[in-house]
């Protein structure tokens, strides 16, 4: 099978970033996209339903220095997408860009800490892409990082940041077990969660399902590692 793998216009944000210095120090790749870089350090192959996505999460650490030069900052991350693809617009809901052929973009960040705290949602100016703020994203942005080279159809090598695969993985299971979440998006969630906890434990002996290593997660939902097959931890 060809080992080209990553859609073309992921790997073109995902340069773009990179080229910015944004890639790793202000921004990592979340959501189903990072089964990617999972699948590649894995040396395996996922089943293609599951990756199956039209829209890439952007994680945006706030809390570190952004390090956009000035005419790059008045463009934010919307004028970073519009160099990828012109057609990237900004939609109604203000944290997403979406292009001409449908591609979404989603710009999340944490919650701030304490909720009082006034944080930017933007990179740049009023009409960039304001950035949702989600509370479990706090656990996100403070767990390790991966990085992983992965090719993309192109036949190009490029550098995917993801969050650590363990916290990748119950961070899909808590999601899976929240009643406002619709119910198709929670089997997605808790599908992906086993399968990146059986990557982990079959080919990814560097990482260990260890509470200590997970104190980025309140107790509450690192008791949900029960649930976990006992040969997953």
């Known amino acids: 099978a060809s ?13 773009v970033l ?12 979340s959501g189903t996209y990072c089964l990617y870089a999972y699948e590649a350090a894995a040396g395996v192959r996922i089943n293609s ?3 199956a996505t039209r829209d890439i999460d952007l994680l945006w650490d706030s809390r570190s220095r952004l390090r956009l030069v000035s005419t790059q900052k008045l463009e934010g991350m ?3 997408l519009q160099k990828v693809d012109q057609s990237f617009l900004r939609s109604k809901q203000m944290y997403r860009a979406v292009n001409s052929e449908g591609f979404m973009v989603d710009l999340i960040k944490p919650v701030p800490n304490p909720p009082s705290r006034v944080e930017s949602v933007a990179m740049g ?18 767990a390790p990082k991966m990085k992983q080279l992965v090719i993309g159809m192109d036949g190009v090598p490029v550098c995917m940041v993801v969050p650590d695969p363990r916290v990748f993985a119950l961070h899909k299971l808590w999601l899976s077990e929240q009643t406002e979440r619709e119910p198709m998006k929670k089997r997605r969630d808790r ?8 990557l982990v434990v079959r080919y990814l002996p560097q990482f260990q399902f260890q509470e ?19 040969c997953f931890t």
């Open 191 to 198: 599908a992906q969660a086993l399968l990146v906890a059986e």
């Open 18 to 29: 990179k080229q910015s210095l944004l890639l790793g120090s202000n921004v990592v790749v």
């Open 212 to 230: 200590n290593e997970l104190r980025m997660f309140p107790r509450s939902v690192l008791k949900m590692l029960d649930e976990l097959p006992p």
């Open 49 to 51: 339903d599951v990756v």
């Open 78 to 80: 919307l004028g970073l």
């Open 125 to 142: 100016g009023d009409a960039d892409l304001q950035a949702a703020e989600l509370f479990s994203q706090r656990w996100m942005v403070s």
């Open 3 to 15: 080992i080209q793998r990553l859609p073309l216009i992921v790997s073109r944000i995902l340069r």
